[in-house]
């Protein structure tokens, strides 16, 4: 348990040492816009997964590929920590109002806990989808 606890630690700070490098990498486009939307998951079917978005905001255009992350909070070392975890490459493959359906092209953190997959794209997952436009 003790070494599923310390492994779950690195992965989340190299993952959020890399995710730092790729935004600052990102900021230094001037030909694009950085866009971010929050929401849940409320249905998962194979790589289909469907977001209800936390408000009507302007949603990804069909195709648009982007970086979903998922929101957690754990108890590491005595210390509760909080953060976005990096879950994968997706593609938006259709939007309707507040609802937009992914489709995962990549997974990424994936951990093991008790010897058994984390899902990453469980349903009530609070999530980030990240995605450039040309301006």
């Known amino acids: ?6 492994f779950i630690a690195i992965i989340l700070l190299a993952n959020n040492l890399f995710s730092q490098e790729n935004t600052k990498s990102t900021n230094l486009k001037t030909d694009t816009l950085t ?6 998951i409320i249905s998962k079917n ?10 009507n905001n302007k949603l990804p255009l069909k195709g648009q590929i982007g970086k979903l992350s998922k929101f957690f909070e754990e108890k590491i070392f005595g210390i ?3 953060g976005w975890l990096d ?4 593609k938006i493959v259709a939007t ?10 990549e997974e990424h953190s994936i951990i093991t806990k008790n010897d058994k997959k984390v899902d990453n794209f469980k349903v009530g997952a609070t999530i980030k989808f990240v995605w450039e436009q040309l301006k």
């Open 1 to 6: 348990m003790r070494k599923n606890i310390i």
């Open 96 to 105: 309707k109002t507040n609802v937009f359906t992914l489709q995962i092209l």
């Open 80 to 82: 509760n920590t909080t």
């Open 46 to 55: 194979g790589t289909s997964v469907i977001i209800k978005a936390n408000y």
């Open 87 to 90: 879950i994968g490459k997706t």
């Open 35 to 40: 866009f971010e939307i929050t929401g849940t």
